[in-house]
């Protein structure tokens, strides 16, 4: 089993930057992707980026692409979501996940087998 835990949210102002991290445990995730999903109040999960396995390949979602920056550390088992530029539409819960097979879809939340429980970040105006 794979524990995953965030960490770094808070509350900002429009147009700070942020960076959230991921800590996994239980056993290494060096072969897994990763990815970062969120969950705005009233509104379902939305994925907002991915790395693969070797941290060779990203992916964003669009409404994030040029503002955030997700990274991967091998040696210390995490993974970190750098955010620039922040918007108050970027106030949510955010998850880190783990997909074991490294294979499915990057934006596919039932391509993830394991889920942190969140940490929320809050972009005030």
């Known amino acids: 089993q794979v524990q995953l835990v965030e960490s770094g949210g808070g509350v900002v102002q429009v147009g700070d930057s942020l960076t959230l991290s991921c800590a996994a445990s239980?056993?290494?995730?060096?072969?897994?992707?990763l990815g970062w999903f969120r969950q705005a109040p009233g509104r379902e999960r939305e994925w907002v980026a991915a790395?693969?396995?070797?941290?060779?390949?990203?992916y964003y979602a669009r409404s994030v692409k040029g503002r955030f920056t997700i990274s991967r550390d091998t040696a210390k088992n995490t993974v970190s979501l750098i955010m620039n530029s922040l918007k108050p539409e970027d106030t949510a819960v955010y998850y880190c996940?783990?997909?074991?097979?490294?294979?499915?879809?990057?934006?596919?939340?039932?391509?993830?087998?394991?889920w942190g429980q969140g940490t929320q970040v809050i972009v005030s105006s």
């Open positions: 996940a783990a997909d074991r097979n490294g294979g499915g879809v990057p934006g596919l939340d039932s391509a993830y087998d394991y």
């Open positions: 239980g056993r290494s995730v060096s072969i897994y992707a």
């Open positions: 790395v693969n396995w070797n941290g060779g390949s990203t």
